[in-house]
T-cell receptor
Framework: AQSVTQLGSHVSVSEGALVLLRCNYS??????LFWYVQYPNQGLQLLLK??????LVKGINGFEAEFKKSETSFHLTKPSAHMSDAAEYFC??????????FGKGTRLHILP | DSGVTQTPKHLITATGQRVTLRCSPR?????VYWYQQSLDQGLQFLIQ???????AKGNILERFSAQQFPDLHSELNLSSLELGDSALYFC???????????????FGEGSRLTVL
């Protein structure tokens, strides 16, 4: 069965600092992996996705994630945090059909 | 704008009552998903429909039911409401698998339900 684990329900970083949000997955088959972002009072929106092409995936707003099969990880990073990055981030996996499994989410706080 | 429309945006009702939440998916999307989001439970998958048929069921209570109509809009019915049902209810839609956008969900802005 597919599952997703996000380490840390809350992460705080200073403005301008590196953002690192961790996601580990378990899957019996090569999965598709996703990061979604939810800004306050909005629905989730797709940030980036891995579909077995390049292992380093670039998304919107300067975010990127690297698929590491040996570590079963898909961590999200951004070199320099901006106040507007404050949001909740969800990692998700799909076993290549239309079922999507979300992690519990990580709320990112940006400190001035 | 994701293209997914949910109504109403806000709803306040009393315990024991019944409400219906409505969702219109993006044009061309056949799948509709319903999620519940609350502070204590996080994002919980409730149910998924594909082209009018129930496709997957998650943590949906027996007091809740849903359906997808021939025009592909969907309704989530919540009955015998309890205080703990207060939450944000999201609808999402996804393109057909043949379009190659596997796993891409487009979320509406949600319906905020408050049960007093």
């Amino acid at each position: 069965a597919q599952s997703v684990t996000q380490l840390g329900s809350h992460v705080s970083v200073s403005e301008g600092a590196l953002v690192l949000l961790r996601c580990n997955y378990s899957s019996s088959v090569p999965p598709y992996l996703f990061w979604y972002v939810q800004y306050p009072n909005q629905g989730l929106q797709l940030l980036l996705k891995y579909t077995s092409a390049a292992t380093l995936v670039k998304g919107i707003n300067g975010f990127e994630a690297e698929f590491k099969k040996s570590e079963t990880s898909f961590h999200l990073t951004k070199p320099s945090a901006h106040m507007s990055d404050a949001a909740e981030y969800f990692c998700a996996v799909t076993p290549l059909d239309d079922k999507i499994i979300f992690g519990k989410g990580t709320r990112l706080h940006i400190l001035p | 704008d994701s293209g997914v429309t949910q109504t109403p945006k806000h709803l306040i009702t009393a315990t024991g009552q019944r409400v219906t939440l409505r969702c219109s998916p993006r044009s061309g999307d056949l799948s509709v998903y319903w999620y519940q989001q609350s502070l204590d439970q996080g994002l919980q998958f409730l149910i998924q429909y594909y082209n009018g048929e129930e496709r997957a069921k998650g943590n949906i209570l027996e007091r809740f039911s849903a359906q997808q109509f021939p025009d592909l809009h969907s309704e989530l019915n919540l009955s015998s409401l309890e205080l703990g049902d207060s939450a944000l209810y999201f609808c999402a839609s996804s393109p057909p698998l043949f379009r190659g956008q596997v796993g891409e969900l487009f979320f509406g802005e949600g319906s905020r339900l408050t049960v007093l």
